[in-house]
């Protein structure tokens, strides 16, 4: 009996140093960025997803509603001529709305993204090559790993506003600029680099979630998806 109760007393212990262990989700954030392997471990074993999701969609939010209503409006008018009409007339409510919407909107878009990308990620990983591993898991990687292109995106927004280019993006094609406009230019264009860092990361957590599947084979398939969806967008970029 004394033995028994010892042992669990010794569990309780270990439970309680366990629970002293597991990071909060600040320090989660960081991990995203400078430790995503033990970020990965983690997350395979206690798949929290919430608070991720929640700070993800806020902060992809605010980036686009520091940007103000007359970036958008200038956006649009030079979009209406590049498609050779005439600069659409906009009214004052029309212009102060803009900002509001377009940040409501890209908060209910990466809403929307991340379950949907989880569930993408557990087709493949799961279903179709054989590993281990929930939705529940793939879904808190996945609403960890969209923690770098919202915090860029925060970042690059005062660039966004001196450029008048709401739409920038760090991608593959500012390193080619030397290029000239066209398809191939377009799909690089496409390869947006928080992304790609976001596919390391995720990459990563494929690897913690079920230690057959090696980190380089992840970030192969992940990146061989990336580049396949961009040759298609490249088809619908403009030159």
Not at 29 to 45: I, V
Not at 85 to 107: Q, R, Y
Not at 139 to 155: D, E, N, Q, Y
Request: hydrophobic share 50%; charged share 15%; net charge neutral.
């Amino acid at each position: 009996m004394d033995q028994v109760g010892q042992e669990s007393n010794g569990k309780k212990r270990m439970n309680s140093i366990d629970l002293v262990k597991i990071p909060g989700s600040h320090r989660r954030f960081l991990d995203t960025f400078f430790s995503p392997a033990k970020m990965g471990a983690y997350l395979a074993a206690e798949p929290r997803w919430v608070v991720a999701l929640v700070v993800s969609v806020a902060l992809m939010g605010l980036q686009v509603a520091l940007i103000p209503p007359e970036v958008w409006e200038s956006l649009m008018r030079e979009q209406s001529l590049a498609q050779g009409g005439p600069p659409l007339p906009m009214p004052d409510w029309v212009t102060d709305w803009m900002g509001i919407l377009a940040a409501v909107g890209a908060a209910m878009t990466t809403a929307i993204a991340i379950p949907i990308g989880a569930g993408f990620l557990t087709v493949i990983f799961a279903f179709v090559l054989g590993d281990e591993g929930s939705y529940r898991q793939y879904l808190a990687v996945t609403a960890h790993s969209f923690f770098i292109p919202a915090l860029v995106g925060f970042l690059i927004t005062p660039l966004k506003i001196a450029t008048q280019d709401p739409q920038l993006t760090l991608n593959l094609g500012s390193f080619f600029f030397f290029l000239p406009s066209g398809y191939w230019l377009g799909v690089l264009t496409a390869m947006d680099l928080t992304q790609i860092w976001s596919s390391l990361v995720i990459a990563q957590g494929a690897h913690c979630i079920d230690k057959r599947r090696s980190f380089r084979s992840a970030v192969v398939i992940l990146l061989s998806l990336m580049l396949a969806m961009a040759l298609i967008v490249g088809r619908f970029m403009p030159n």
